[in-house]
C-alpha cells in the first residue's frame, strides 16, 4: 500500500464497457490518500441512457469508494460531461462524497491549482453536441478493439498495451486538439489566480508547464490507466498502473510513474492558517449548448 496525500482519478466511464474497472480496483486497493478527487465522467450517464450496462466489478469501484470515505479520507466529486445529471446537486453531499462543481487544491508547498473535469472549456463540446456524439461512437469501437487485443496480448503474456493512445497520437488533428485544450485550461488557470489546473476529459495524462502555468491531467480508465498523485511534499506525479496483482504474490511490481514534478515550494509563512482544500463560489459556470 502507497499513501499519498491526494490521488486524482476521472474518466472511469462506469456504465460502459469501456471501463477497465479491475485496473483501477487494483489501483485502489494499493494505493491510498487522505483527499480523493474524483475529476469527472466518473458514470456514463450518457451511455446508461442508451443501454443499461452494469457488471459487478463497477459496483465494486463505487463501493471501494465509499469505503476509502468511511476510513477517513475526504472524497470530492466534481462531474464532468458525460456525468453531467450530476451537475443540479452541486454542494450537496452523498455517503459523504462532497459534489462540487469546481475547486481550488492548495498542494503541500503552498501552490494553488484549479480542479476541473475541462468539458466546460472545450470548444467541441460547447458548440455542436452532436459532433460530440458522433465522436463518442466512433471512440467506443476503438476501445472496444482495444479491449479484444489486450486480452490476447495479456493471453501470450504481453504487457497491456494501449491501441487508442497509439491511433490518438498519430491523428494530427487529435494532437493539435490537444496542444489547443492545454493551453485553454492553463489560461483559465491563470485567470482564477491560479498557479495551474488539474483536469481530464481529453483521456491524456499529463504534466508540463505551459506559460508558467502548471497543466496537469489525470488521464483515464478505459484506455491509460493513469491517476495523478501528490506526494506529502507536494510532489505530482503520473501513475500507470497496467497489472492486477497477484495478492498472494510477493513480487509486487513498483509503480509505473510516467511523469513528475515538483513545484518550487512558496515561502510559506510559517505563522500563516494551516492550508485548505477550498470549494469555489459554486455559481455554474457559463457555457452554451
Ligand atoms: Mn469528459
Not at 104 to 124: E, K, M, P
Request: with cysteine.
Amino acid at each position: 500500500m502507497t499513501h499519498y496525500r491526494t490521488i486524482w482519478i476521472s474518466d472511469i466511464h462506469l456504465g460502459t464497457a469501456g471501463c477497465q474497472a479491475d485496473y483501477l480496483l487494483d489501483f485502489l486497493k494499493h494505493n491510498e490518500a487522505e483527499t480523493f478527487y474524483l475529476v469527472g465522467d466518473i458514470i456514463d450517464g450518457w451511455r446508461l441512457k442508451k443501454s443499461w450496462y452494469w457488471p459487478q466489478a463497477h459496483n465494486d469501484v463505487i463501493q471501494k469508494l465509499l469505503r476509502k470515505v468511511r476510513k477517513g479520507a475526504e472524497v470530492f466529486y466534481i462531474p464532468g460531461n458525460h456525468d453531467e445529471m450530476a451537475r443540479q446537486f452541486i454542494g450537496m453531499t452523498f455517503g459523504e462524497i462532497q459534489i462540487q462543481n469546481e475547486m481550488i487544491h492548495t498542494t503541500a508547498n503552498g501552490r494553488r491549482l484549479w480542479v476541473t473535469h475541462g468539458d466546460l472549456f472545450d470548444s467541441v463540446m460547447q458548440y455542436a453536441k452532436w459532433l460530440a456524439y458522433l465522436g463518442d461512437t466512433a471512440y467506443t469501437f476503438v476501445l472496444v478493439v482495444n479491449r479484444w487485443f489486450n486480452n490476447i496480448r495479456i493471453r501470450l503474456g504481453f504487457q497491456y498495451w494501449s491501441l487508442s493512445q497509439y491511433l490518438k497520437h498519430k491523428v494530427k488533428n487529435a494532437v493539435s486538439f490537444i496542444a489547443d485544450f492545454e493551453v485553454i485550461m492553463a489560461r483559465e488557470a491563470r485567470k482564477r489566480q491560479c498557479d495551474g489546473v488539474i483536469c481530464g476529459h481529453i483521456h491524456k495524462a499529463e504534466i508540463r508547464e505551459i506559460d508558467g502555468l502548471l497543466y496537469c491531467n489525470d488521464g483515464d480508465w478505459v484506455e491509460s490507466l493513469t491517476a495523478l498523485v501528490e506526494t506529502f511534499d507536494g510532489e505530482l506525479k503520473i501513475i500507470h498502473w497496467p497489472h492486477i496483482l497477484d495478492d498472494a504474490s510477493e513480487n509486487r511490481p513498483e509503480p509505473i510513474i510516467l511523469s513528475s514534478y515538483l513545484p518550487i515550494p512558496l515561502a510559506l509563512d510559517p505563522t500563516a492558517a494551516p492550508l485548505q482544500t477550498t470549494a469555489l463560489d459554486s455559481s455554474p459556470l457559463e457555457f452554451t449548448q
